[in-house]
């Protein structure tokens, strides 16, 4: 038997690097404790692995939902190719939530309190409860997947008969733990800047993830064509891209007439810290993407297009790090920098969501030319044969 070596080059040497220093750093989380892992503290007890691990990868992760939401419930057929994807990234990208969760949790072997010890006023409750069963409907959505891979037909009909009312349940569910993210930050209006706290909270985390997923469904399709050497659906990402912009627009805008009605607005004319950090995330994030995308020039451009959806990633980044991490700190008193050991942790989770959609789009029907291929492979075949001998 041949053994292949996958061949060493510079961004697997790096990605390599990063796993083993985040396995390094998870032997110091469960051996050390979090005091002697992180720069969290009684102050400051959420930090990276709650504002990026949970709050981003969530919300990067609702582009799943609103795939789903235009292909199977508005029957708009022709974003089918992007369903897929998006349903394996949205799968993939919980699953890492809740990996990274156990590293930010006290203790971490008594997740499973939630499950049986029920505290339904609990907004922590509620989202642990939808993650929870929004991953099993994410599971659900990509088995026929795995089905159609090893042609097991029968099952395969009864999950499409069940198809939709799951899709219904997981939109559902989707879009009441996307704002209850939002609402955990409600308990603490003394304690964040004005600037970033409002009651409509779970509103903006429900609209800036709407925007975010879809872009991130673009940025998924762009590395899935470099890495397996595929087509990109240009049309069908430019018309996700222009509705990405535009539902961050509408959040921007209720967030501006928020602030006046709030008379919170002389906030951001002030030049400090917490100003310039909120002007970089709606600059990056909404202005400079919306600019672009809003010109079919631009946005029938695939590097315009592919630019504009990182910019807009980046953002949405930058406004969790921002609710989770930057409104708070001064507020608090303390200063808090993730430590290496929250960084590297982090990264590794990335580079481990990299390896596995890889691994798992090579192998299995996830794109729309291995779906041809594997249903109807020997059938053009055959008449590839026939027209050639003809």
């Known amino acids: ?54 709050l981003v990868g969530v919300g990067l ?45 006290g203790k971490p072997y008594n997740i499973w309190h939630a499950i049986i010890y029920w505290n339904p006023r609990s907004v922590m409750f509620e989202v642990a409860w939808c993650v929870m069963l929004y991953t099993t409907v994410l599971f659900l959505e990509f088995i026929p997947v795995v089905l159609e891979k090893y042609k097991l037909h029968k099952i395969l009909t009864i999950m499409k008969k069940v198809a939709i009312p799951i899709m219904i349940v997981g939109i559902i569910l989707s879009t009441l733990h996307q704002s209850s993210l939002g609402s955990l930050f409600l308990i603490i209006p003394q304690k964040m800047s004005q600037i970033w706290y409002s009651p409509l909270l779970p509103l903006y985390f ?25 087509g990109i659906e240009e049309d069908l990402l430019s018309n996700i891209g222009l509705f990405s912009v535009i539902v961050l627009m509408i959040g921007f805008i209720i967030k501006i007439i928020d ?60 406004n969790r790090l921002n609710v989770s991490i930057t409104s ?8 808090y920098f993730p430590s290496v050991n929250e960084i590297s942790v982090t990264l590794m989770l990335v580079v481990l969501g990299l390896w596995s959609f890889k691994m798992i789009a090579k192998y299995f029907p996830v794109f729309e030319e291995q779906i041809i291929k594997e249903n109807f492979g020997t059938e053009i075949q055959e008449k590839t044969v026939t027209n050639r001998i003809t």
């Open 1 to 54: 038997m041949k053994i292949i070596i996958p061949k060493i080059t510079f961004w697997r040497v790096v990605a390599v690097l990063i796993v083993v220093s985040g396995l390094y750093s998870t032997y110091l989380r469960f051996t050390g404790g979090l005091s002697a892992s992180t720069n969290l503290s009684d102050e400051f007890p959420w930090g990276l692995w709650i504002g990026f691990d949970i």
């Open 328 to 335: 708070i700190s001064p507020d608090v008193g303390v200063t």
């Open 206 to 230: 429900f609209i800036s993830a709407v925007g975010a997923g879809l872009s991130m469904v673009i940025f998924e399709a762009f590395l899935s064509a470099r890495a397996f050497n595929k």
């Open 61 to 105: 992760a609702a582009g799943g939902f609103s795939i789903c939401a235009i292909v199977h419930i508005f029957n708009i057929e022709k974003y089918k190719p992007l369903a897929r994807p998006a349903i394996l990234t949205a799968f993939l990208g919980y699953l890492l939530v809740i990996f990274g969760l156990m590293y930010d949790l």
């Open 259 to 318: 602030l006046i009605i709030s008379r919170n607005f002389y906030l951001l004319l002030k030049l400090n810290n917490n100003s310039l950090l909120y002007f970089l995330e709606v600059l990056i994030g909404i202005l400079i993407p919306f600019g672009l995308l809003i010109q079919k020039r631009f946005r029938e451009d695939r590097r315009w297009l592919y630019a504009s959806s990182i910019m807009v990633i980046s953002g949405f980044l930058l």
